[in-house]
């Protein structure tokens, strides 16, 4: 196991050029946090669920993780928003950009689009490869995931007849919805969502353990890294809870006028965990005409376009920078005789190390450019500190909703485009 005092987040908010009273946070937090703890009637079963480490669960998943990785080359994973985008974020930090982790299969998500040309292009790369089907939705209702299903239902049951209904695995409500009574129905076997956490808070529940452990990922290691943090944020007062200490930080610089915040990595294997933090903080604050509005960029790539906005542009914007200390793999930069390039100066360093570098340089920048900027560092880029930082940001989250005066567990102007989109629809089928 990692040495516990590297594992915890080190926030340095030493230049986001404003001063904070911490004092006036003191009850309002402390509010908060009693409510986060106490309450049973909202979606705040994820604060609790790393610290029971249900071991029979865990078990059940490794084992049908073990049988797809046997008998399969491809999972297909169908879902959108929550129901995906914890799961490909960690795959996606955790597993090799080119190839496959050794002890893992190919993971392929649809389902969150809505691209006749992806999934028919998805289904024809399917020809010669053996295939597991997960689908992951708590109503079954959600047109895109639904749509989705009914195409690779179909596929698989002329793939592989009567047999088919055992390489379907679904992730649903324990109780209700439609594709409960599709699951019971058709005997597929199943795993739960419990009813007490949204989709966005779900990616430590079978939602995203299933499809990461078939990536070949250790969930054990993640959800050390969850149980972790869920004892460490467990803590009331704010300047001793990084957690509470960045919610605390956004809302200041909200109220101070900043509009977007940034989330700035220096890997490029971390896009996919920059759209699941997007969809935690947009869909958990973003009402009542209040709320960040969350973006991100990937550096060095993003410091040769949208970096020129953060240096010079309208200045509505300020950074979270996430960076990993130390990641799996390096180049070293090669020395040349005929140095053409003239980079000999750099050969006796790794381009890890000048990426290093360049982290420093671009904070240097853009500070004196009068950007405020959060710092959330990290000593390693592997399961057990994302599993600390995926639970760090859905507390920070909760936390920062509330100080907003916000609910963080529902989403009422999603429903908006669903509403609509259904009416279209059944209007242009039977009128024409």
């Known amino acids: 196991m990692p040495n516990k005092l590297l594992s915890r987040a080190i926030l340095d908010d030493s230049l986001i050029g404003i001063n904070i009273d911490w004092s006036e946070y003191y009850t309002p ?37 073990s049988e797809i990785k046997m008998n399969a080359n491809v999972l297909i994973v169908i879902g959108v928003g ?33 691209s006749g040309a992806y999934i028919q292009q998805l289904l024809n790369s399917l020809e010669d490869k053996e295939i597991y089907v997960n689908v992951v939705s708590k109503s079954g209702t959600t047109m895109e995931p639904a749509i989705a299903f009914r195409v690779f239902r179909n596929y698989m049951k002329k793939r592989y007849g009567q047999e088919y209904y055992n390489r379907i695995i679904v992730t649903t409500d324990a109780e209700k919805g439609l594709l409960k009574q599709i699951a019971d129905k058709s005997y597929y076997r199943q795993f739960y969502i419990p009813s007490n956490i949204g989709g966005r808070y779900s990616v430590l529940t079978p939602v995203g353990l299933l499809p990461i452990a078939v990536a070949g990922v250790n969930i054990y290691q993640l959800l050390e890294g969850a149980y972790e943090a869920a004892i460490l944020l467990q803590e009331e007062r704010v300047e001793q809870n990084e957690a509470y200490r960045y919610a605390v930080i956004r809302n200041e610089l909200f109220k101070r006028g900043y509009q977007v915040e940034l989330l700035a990595s220096f890997e490029p294997s971390l896009a996919k965990l920059h759209e699941w933090w997007k969809q935690l903080f947009a869909e958990s604050e973003g009402k009542d005409k209040k709320g960040l509005f969350p973006s991100s960029v990937s550096f060095s790539t993003d410091l040769h376009s949208i970096g020129q906005f953060i240096q010079e542009g309208n200045p509505i914007l300020f950074e979270t920078i996430l960076y990993f200390n130390e990641i799996n793999e390096d180049c070293s930069i090669p020395f040349d005789e005929q140095d053409d390039d003239q980079l000999n100066y750099l050969s006796s360093k790794s381009i890890n190390e000048v990426n290093a570098v360049s982290k420093e340089g671009v904070i240097a920048a853009h500070t004196e450019a009068g950007v405020p900027i959060i710092q959330l560092q990290f000593e390693k880029l592997d399961a057990y500190h994302l599993g600390y930082l995926v639970y760090f940001f859905m507390k920070a989250c909760a936390m920062s909703a509330y100080l907003l005066n916000v609910n963080p567990f529902n989403q009422p102007g999603v429903e908006a485009y669903k509403k609509k989109t259904l009416e279209m629809l059944i209007k242009e089928t039977v009128y024409g």
């Not at 908060?32 to 078990?59: A, C, F």
């Open 29 to 65: 937090v402390s509010m908060v946090h009693d409510y986060l703890e106490e309450v049973s009637d909202e979606l705040t079963g994820w604060i609790k669920s790393p610290l029971e480490r249900n071991k029979e669960l865990l078990t059940s998943i490794d084992c049908i993780a």
């Open 82 to 114: 929550g129901s995906f985008l914890g799961a490909k974020a960690i795959q996606d930090a955790l597993t090799p950009y080119f190839g496959l982790n050794k002890n893992g299969i190919s993971v392929i998500y649809v389902g969150q689009n809505m």
